[in-house]
């Protein structure tokens, strides 16, 4: 039986992790039931990574591989464990509310090594170097990789009745429409659909213009779960194109009030075996 020595991050075994599949993975972390220490683990993580050097490449786009490399030596268990657990295991299994305002910071839409960095050190989002190469994206989740490189098919249903442009803030695709989608992608209960907040995906979306779209994407564009208005937060990211921007509400939530966040966090060699594919 696993026995927790201390509310310190260094005192915890992620070593554990570090040479586990992704299925052991997910026992692992429930047999350390690693999403029960949230309210200071979370910040422990966040404030430990901000304190890494961050390495550049000449067009001044941050380098995640060199960063890596830089910072996490090759006999260092520890600190590839928990890259492990940041990376690679769902974030349900290491936030266990992710809906809940004082863990929003640490869900699915937010890059916890990015965000370390632009939470202490005012580094935004666009300044990271992001490739197309599938699994080198080495300091983001798996998810969250595959909406940021993610290329929307060009043989989209006609009639839309707007103008399909990929580069535009969300995706280019109006308030009104996405609204729609929401209504088409969200379960529906009797004659009512589900809450925005209370679903973390679309489904049923495949005739529609995101078909085939990683499930994240539609969480975004459509502002559901915690890409809510009164959920978000400006950790997240919001939008495929401008990780930085949060899109202007698709509906009108001056009604709803913005819960209040107590927020008090505390004052990568050549490629990588250790690449695996995940869910979120």
């Avoid at 304190?51 to 550049?56: F, S």
């Avoid at 103008?163 to 209504?183: A, F, N, V, Y």
Wanted: hydrophobic share 35%; aromatic share 10%; net charge negative.
């Amino acid at each position: 039986m696993f026995t927790l020595r201390s509310n310190r991050i260094e005192d915890f075994p992620f070593e554990e992790y570090s040479e586990l599949n992704l299925s052991d993975l997910q026992e692992q972390a429930q047999e350390h039931h690693l999403n029960s220490y949230n309210s200071w683990m979370l910040p422990q993580i966040v404030a430990h990574l901000a304190t890494w050097q961050l390495y550049y490449r000449d067009n001044g786009k941050i380098c995640q591989q060199q960063t890596l490399t830089k910072n996490i030596n090759s006999d260092d268990w520890w600190s590839r464990g928990l890259w492990k657990v940041i990376t690679k295991l769902k974030r349900s299994s290491l936030v266990k509310h992710q809906i809940d305002p004082s863990s929003t910071n640490y869900s699915a839409l937010v890059p916890l090594y990015w965000s370390a960095h632009k939470r202490y050190n005012g580094i935004n989002y666009s300044q990271w170097s992001v490739s197309q190469e599938p699994n080198t994206n080495w300091m983001l989740e798996d998810s969250l990789a595959e909406v940021l490189t993610w290329e929307i098919d060009p043989d989209i249903p006609p009639g839309l009745g707007y103008d399909w442009d990929t580069d535009q803030l969300s995706c280019g695709i109006p308030g009104w429409r996405l609204l729609e989608l929401r209504q088409i992608g969200l379960p529906k209960t009797g004659t009512k659909r589900d809450n925005p907040t209370s679903n973390w995906c679309l489904r049923n979306t495949r005739l529609t213009e995101l078909k085939d779209a990683p499930k994240l994407l539609t969480t975004m564009l459509a502002q559901i779960w915690v890409a809510h208005p009164t959920l978000r937060t400006q950790l997240m990211i919001l939008d495929p194109n401008y990780w930085d921007q949060m899109p202007a509400p698709i509906i009108d939530t001056d009604i709803f009030k913005k819960p209040v966040v107590k927020d008090n966090p505390l004052p990568w060699h050549e490629p990588s075996p250790w690449a695996k594919t995940a869910s979120v």
